[in-house]
T-cell receptor
Framework: DGGITQSPKYLFRKEGQNVTLSCEQN?????MYWYRQDPGQGLRLIYY???????QKGDIAEGYSVSREKKESFPLTVTSAQKNPTAFYLC?????????????FGAGSRLTVL | GQSLEQPSEVTAVEGAIVQINCTYQ??????LSWYQQHDGGAPTFLSY????GLEETGRFSSFLSRSDSYGYLLLQELQMKDSASYFC?????????????FGSGTQLTVLP
């Protein structure tokens, strides 16, 4: 089955540590996204990528970094510069043509900073 | 910037009809989307309005009025499994990537 796989599902880190969240898709989608969700809040865009080796900052990119070396993969690094990293992180992708206006989401990664 | 307003909570009983409103302030957008999210889960796509009017998909319908800066999601024949959060999002796409700005979500509770 096609879909998006995020790992790990739960992650704990100490303050001052960087952590990388994995996102892999087998939907052959060109565009990929990272969103952050805080309790009772909507989704806020961190970074997005339209194509391999290209990515753009979203609304809340400070303290985060990404790479897009392969079409299938879009990992997110939460750096120690991110002041309040505890949140639910969602990866998504979208294709072209019919259904291009639809984002498909992964199951998410819940990061807790101790 | 863009902002979207949704009610934070809505409660209804099984079998009823409920409408979740979404008002927005944005300078321009391609369409209005609706997503459903069960607790701790992945958001899933429900509907998209590119044009004004009503879009119907089974028990769910969505409406958009650009002149009123307003949209809504209508859920009919409510079922317990419809208890979830519902998010509206404006589509500000530039290029091939979708740029969605989400509202804060409406928590729907369906009572037996």
């Amino acid at each position: 089955d096609g879909g998006i796989t995020q790992s790990p599902k739960y992650l704990f880190r100490k303050e001052g540590q960087n952590v990388t969240l994995s996102c892999e898709q087998n939907l052959n989608h060109d565009a990929m996204y990272w969103y952050r969700q805080d309790p009772g809040q909507g989704l806020r865009l961190i970074y997005y990528s339209q194509i391999v080796n290209d990515f753009q900052k979203g609304d809340i990119a400070e303290g985060y970094s990404v790479s897009r070396e392969k079409k299938e993969s879009f990992p997110l690094t939460v750096t120690s510069a991110q002041k309040n990293p505890t949140a639910f992180y969602l990866c998504a992708s979208s294709g072209r043509g019919v259904g291009a206006n639809v984002l498909t989401f992964g199951a998410g990664s819940r990061l807790t900073v101790l | 910037g863009q902002s979207l307003e949704q009610p934070s909570e809505v409660t209804a009983v099984e079998g009823a009809i409920v409408q979740i409103n979404c008002t927005y302030q944005t300078s321009g957008f391609y369409g209005l989307s609706w997503y459903q999210q069960h607790d701790g889960g992945a958001p899933t796509f429900l509907s998209y309005n590119a044009l004004d009017g009503l879009e119907e998909t089974g028990r769910f319908s969505s409406f958009l009025s650009r002149s009123d800066s307003y949209g809504y999601l209508l859920l009919q024949e409510l079922q317990m499994k419809d208890s979830a959060s519902y998010f509206c999002a404006v589509d500000l796409t530039s290029g091939s990537a979708r740029q969605l700005t989400f509202g804060s979500g409406t928590q729907l509770t369906v009572l037996p």
